[in-house]
């Protein structure tokens, strides 16, 4: 598939990164201006950026692939993230914005100091962009193998390479705006194949389902496999999908880029409505294009009948269809800059934790200079390209979905509790929240290995011990239901100093004084 | 001294007020998930084949979500005015 268009418009994306890159170098110092791009990022900028950073390409070639597929978890994938940024807006941006100044970990600190919560939360954001980061650099490497014939591995490390130059040098600034352009190009991208999906069907959309349902009748027979076919993996799934978004801290960071809580909350509403519309996009035309036009092809199948590079490939074959080789190596350039965009999100946040509240707080007790905490932030970004780099090889061929449903239910479970409680429930202890936390992360990672996807089908047992792919319906409940617990048998939930501690919080959280 | 009690007292009200709206947009989500199980049940392409079906519960969900973030912004648009009032 590989096209000298493809190449040239990725050279193209690789460069342009590049110079924002050296332009953020240039305004980037400070300890705030790393984490936080000074916090002069706009509210619109910011939700241009945040949805940069939400739609990976795992989510919108994957969304096409399912329902090219015949699954109709297509469906819940779209529909999820709108519950999770209403509550986001709700409940999270704001009070993360009035406390917090570089990462999540620090806004729970602010309530428990010391170093054991801390690390705790830190931690669990780890572990939550690490599996995220896996399953992006799995999923870029298999792309640019199939888009640019390159060989997985060299892929990977290209990619690697790329995120720890934005992060390393740009920091939150060149992060910010690859993902703005990257949020820009997906746009025009997405609107330029509906437009062509559409001038293919004479402007008539009823045709195209027509088209669409007449293949599905020929050709699928549904998808048997999928979370919707059981009333508890919908459910949780659905659960993961959406409150799994609240607890994502590369998500998160971003509200610490804007100027106040003003500017969050437009954040979220700005977000919210284009990942709305590329979404309903992705899945009312293109996946539907996709099923009408690619089934019966010859040209986009294999000798054993199956689409080409498989089924999230789809509509990369549909861009090809309808607009030649130059279609094609635009939608190819527009999914690399996705990808680097989102990892060099995940980057950030991973590297933050690292620096600012593992060295910086925890070992160093917050005795850390700005210049020795930016050195190690630098090494930290090398340190987690490198891990990256290694799993995202050693993981090929892996289930991306897996590996994403993996990262939102761990947010879910482990991150979104400790985060929520703390900001909103007076009788929460330091005790409630290392318990709730470790009971969130170790249920949904324990589930997660004991169900079919890594029990049967990677380590090779015959049955599964867990039923299920699907754990947020019962380690969400687990781990608030234990820091309720702990809390309420803990005799240092009436301490004084704690209720003084919690009282300032409330305040600051919602009025930013 | 006046100026915390107010400020917590209008928090308290916000939070009355996010927590039905998340508590709406909860049920037309939930809502909208048990039918597509429902679907699927009677037949794994049931939401893909329906096309009116599947589109009017995702433009429910996003009227709700819309209408969540509308109502939320006018509230706090308000809540500014009244301090701005009282100053």
Redesign the interface.
């Known amino acids: 598939m590989r096209s000298p268009i493809a190449i040239a418009l990725f050279l193209v994306v690789i460069a342009s990164t590049l110079l924002i890159t050296r332009w953020a170098a240039r305004r980037t110092h400070s300890r705030s201006e790393f984490y936080a791009a000074g916090s002069s990022i706009t509210g619109t900028q910011n939700g241009l950026a945040i949805a940069g950073d939400f739609m990976s390409a795992s989510t919108i070639l994957g969304v096409a692939g399912l ?1 090219f597929t ?1 699954n ?1 978890d ?3 994938y ?3 993230p ?2 999770g ?3 986001m ?3 999270i941006a704001e009070p993360l914005r009035n406390l917090g100044r570089y990462t999540v970990p620090e806004v729970v600190a602010l309530r428990f100091a010391g170093r054991g919560v801390r690390a705790f939360t830190a931690a669990a954001a780890l572990v939550v962009t690490i599996f995220y980061l896996i399953a992006q650099m799995v999923g870029a490497g298999a792309l640019l193998e199939i888009l640019l014939g390159v060989p997985y591995a060299v892929a990977v490390i290209v990619v690697a390479t790329l995120m720890m130059l934005y992060v390393a040098f740009g920091g939150m600034l060149a992060t910010t705006w690859v993902q703005i352009t990257k949020a820009v190009v997906l746009i025009v991208g997405v609107v330029l194949l509906t437009f062509l999906t559409f001038r293919h069907v004479g402007y008539d959309l009823g045709s195209l ?1 027509s088209i669409a ?1 007449a293949q ?1 009748d020929a050709v ?5 496999a ?1 979370a ?4 508890y993996s ?2 949780s799934l ?1 659960l993961a999908l ?1 409150l799994g978004v609240c607890g994502l801290p590369h998500v998160l960071m971003r509200f610490f880029t804007v100027p106040d809580a ?1 500017q969050a ?1 437009r954040s ?2 700005v977000a ?1 409505l284009l990942i ?1 519309v590329v979404f ?1 996009i992705v ?2 035309v293109l996946s ?1 294009a996709a ?1 009408a036009f690619l089934y019966g092809k010859p040209e986009f199948l294999d000798a054993a009948g199956v689409l080409r590079g498989g089924a999230n490939m789809a509509v990369v074959h549909l861009s090809r269809l309808l607009g030649g080789d130059v279609l094609m190596g635009i939608v190819a350039a527009v999914i690399f800059a996705t990808i680097l965009a989102v990892v060099a999100g995940l980057t950030m946040a991973s590297a933050g934790a690292l620096a600012h509240d593992l060295y910086a707080q925890v070992f160093r007790r917050g005795a850390a200079s700005e210049a020795q905490e930016l050195r190690m932030f630098r090494v930290a970004t090398l340190a987690v390209t490198v891990v990256a780099a290694l799993l995202g090889i050693a993981f090929k061929g892996t289930n991306i979905s897996f590996l994403v449903s993996l990262a939102f239910s761990v947010a879910a479970s482990a991150n979104l509790p400790v985060l929520l409680l703390s900001l ?1 429930w007076r009788g929460l202890t330091r005790r409630g929240v290392l318990v709730g936390g470790a009971v969130g992360l170790v249920t949904s990672t324990g589930m997660l290995i004991a169900g079919p996807a890594i029990w049967v089908d990677v380590l090779g047992h015959a049955q599964p011990l867990f039923g299920s792919n699907y754990p947020t319906l019962i380690a969400l409940p687990l781990a608030l239901l234990s820091s309720w617990a702990v809390s309420i048998l803990d005799a240092r939930r009436r301490d004084p100093d704690a209720q003084r501690a919690f009282d300032e919080l ?2 600051k959280s ?2 930013g ?1 | 001294m006046a100026d915390e009690a107010d400020e917590l007292r209008r928090a308290q009200a916000r939070m009355r007020l996010s927590l039905a709206l998340a508590g709406i947009s909860s049920v037309a989500f939930l809502w909208f998930l048990m039918l597509l199980a429902r679907s699927v049940e009677r037949d794994p392409l049931g939401p893909l084949h329906d096309v009116m079906f599947t589109a009017l519960g995702v433009a429910i969900n996003f009227a709700v979500a819309l209408g969540s973030v509308s109502i939320f912004g006018y509230w706090r648009r308000r809540e500014r005015a009244v301090r701005r009032g009282e100053r």
């Open positions: 329902a015949g109709a297509a469906v819940l779209i529909v999820s709108l519950l940024f209403t509550i807006l709700l409940f389902y349902r599905m699928l027979t549904g998808n048997r999928g919707l076919t059981s009333m919908t459910l659905g959406s003003r909350r979220i509403v919210m709305a309903l899945l009312f539907y099923i909103y409330a305040l919602q009025a004084a």
